[in-house]
T-cell receptor, first 112, second 113 residues
Framework: DQQVKQNSPSLSVQEGRISILNCDYT??????FLWYKKYPAEGPTFLIS?????DKNEDGRFTVFLNKSAKHLSLHIVPSQPGDSAVYFC???????????FGGGTRLMVKP | KAGVTQTPRYLIKTRGQQVTLSCSPI?????VSWYQQTPGQGLQFLFE???????NKGNFPGRFSGRQFSNSRSEMNVSTLELGDSALYLC????????????FGPGTRLTVL
């Protein structure tokens, strides 16, 4: 039973346009959410996070939105750049802070 | 500051064998977590060690085990390998506390034939 789901395995976007990556979760005990970016042959790197008490967090071109009632979060990248092409994972941290549950990942391809 | 290092980077084993993977955390980091990444499954949490003690464990069979040494380096062991154990095994470290400030290593790609 996957508690964190990324229903789109891949997404293709034109350079300069917006990329929207989605993530759904089922466990209402999740307290903190993170997005990671992964290039081939490298480990995931932290991108942006959001606490469950907020509904939006912005960092440069990256914005994460959290809709607690829908148990849904999304990552917006504006404008998208070819260097953003990677696999993006969303992750949820339990309220004890001792377990991180990841989604299956979405492969983003930004075309020049 | 050197990042998280994992050895070996690639490994090929046959069914029934056992394997040990190694992870050296960032200097000063005392928490080490292990994850298994398979296509479509994302990263699945194996276990986390802090100060040589396992603090938490994911839903994996007992064939998967780990330990942490006094210098914070960690090893994970998989015994009686199965074909389904083929995966990328990732190690992540952080200073302490909640698992929201982890730095990942590049992973060890294990192939079981």
């Amino acid at each position: 039973d996957q508690q964190v789901k990324q229903n789109s395995p891949s997404l293709s976007v034109q350079e300069g346009r917006i990329s929207i990556l989605n993530c759904d979760y089922t466990n209402s005990m999740f307290d903190y959410f993170l997005w990671y970016k992964k290039y081939p042959a490298e480990g995931p790197t932290f991108l942006i996070s959001i606490s469950s008490i907020k509904d939006k967090n912005e960092d440069g071109r990256f914005t994460v939105f959290l809709n607690k009632s829908a148990k849904h979060l999304s990552l917006h990248i504006v404008p998208s750049q070819p260097g953003d092409s990677a696999v993006y994972f969303c992750a949820a941290l339990n309220n004890a802070g001792n377990m991180l549950t990841f989604g299956g990942g979405t492969r983003l391809m930004v075309k020049p | 500051k050197a990042g998280v290092t994992q050895t070996p980077r690639y490994l090929i084993k046959t069914r029934g064998q056992q394997v040990t993977l190694s992870c050296s955390p960032i200097s000063g980091h005392r928490s080490v977590s292990w994850y298994q990444q398979t296509p479509g499954q994302g990263l699945q949490f194996l276990f986390e060690y802090f100060s040589e003690t396992q603090r938490n464990k994911g839903n994996f069979p007992g064939r998967f085990s780990g330990r942490q040494f006094s210098n914070s380096r960690s090893e994970m062991n998989v015994s009686t390998l199965e074909l389904g154990d083929s995966a990328l095994y990732l190690c992540a470290s952080q200073i302490a506390g909640a698992l929201n400030e982890q730095f990942f290593g590049p992973g060890t790609r294990l192939t079981v034939l």
